[in-house]
């Protein structure tokens, strides 16, 4: 019995026994809710081709195909509806867009939690590589010292206050504190109330009894 052995090469297949030479093609695809680029009525090996998912749609595999010896090589991959996560921000509040499932041009906007301030955009577009622009960060509010008052001090002494942080106010020996006795980092980053003053307490005279 005579043997039959197949060849693969350079896009062909050759079949010994009848001498006959094959060239390789591949049949043109279509894929729901893209369109390809490099589009052809028949492709020939090696010919290669790009798969652009449509608006508010991406890709799930290679964009990009080559026509092989089995065919079209990695093979086509459907076009998805964009969807995004819920946005994964701490010490914030959604008020307002949509909610969740997210889909392709859905938008939200949220706020800080008192005491909180934003770094970043409110408000965010879902696109087709996620949140546009990227979600924010909510950070802790902070406040500098407040100003050293002549004749006193307060505690407790830091570098930086974080809001709600409060100190307290005392005056030296022979000051008496004129104003509020503490103070609150607020959410504006300042303390409140501002400073008090220490004045000098005036000696009182002391009279004797007349006998």
């Given at each position: 019995m005579?043997?039959i052995?197949?060849?693969?090469a350079?896009?062909?297949v ?6 006959v ?11 729901q809710?893209a369109v390809?680029?490099g ?12 798969i ?7 890709t799930v595999g290679?964009d990009?195909?080559?026509?092989g ?13 964009v969807?995004?996560e ?10 307002g ?15 800080c939690n008192e005491g909180y ?5 409110d408000?965010?577009i ?7 622009p990227?979600p924010p960060?909510?950070t802790?509010?902070?406040?500098l ?5 002549h004749n006193?001090?307060?505690n ?7 809001y709600?942080n409060?100190v307290k106010f005392t005056?030296n ?8 006795a503490s ?9 409140q ?7 000098e307490?005036?000696?009182?005279k002391?009279?004797?009894?007349i006998?």
């Open positions: 005579e043997s052995y197949f060849q693969k350079f896009g062909m050759q079949q010994s026994k009848h001498s030479t094959k060239e390789i093609f591949c049949d043109p695809q279509t894929i809710n390809i680029v589009i052809s009525s028949l492709y020939r090996y090696n010919d290669s081709v790009k652009r998912c449509n608006e508010g749609y991406k290679s990009r195909l080559t026509c010896e089995n065919g079209w090589s990695p093979g086509f991959s459907p076009c998805i509806v969807t995004c819920r946005p994964k921000i701490l010490n914030a509040v959604r008020i867009g949509k909610w969740p499932p997210y889909k392709y041009r859905d938008f939200v906007r949220y706020r301030k934003m770094e970043g955009s408000r965010m879902c696109k087709e590589d996620g949140w546009d990227p960060q909510c802790i509010v902070t406040c010292p407040p100003t050293l008052i006193g001090q307060f407790p002494q830091k570098k930086v206050y974080e709600g409060s005056c020996k022979g000051f008496k504190l004129k104003g509020s103070s609150l980092c607020t959410e504006h980053g300042i303390f109330p501002s400073p008090p003053q220490c004045e307490m005036k000696a009182t002391q009279w004797g009894l006998a």
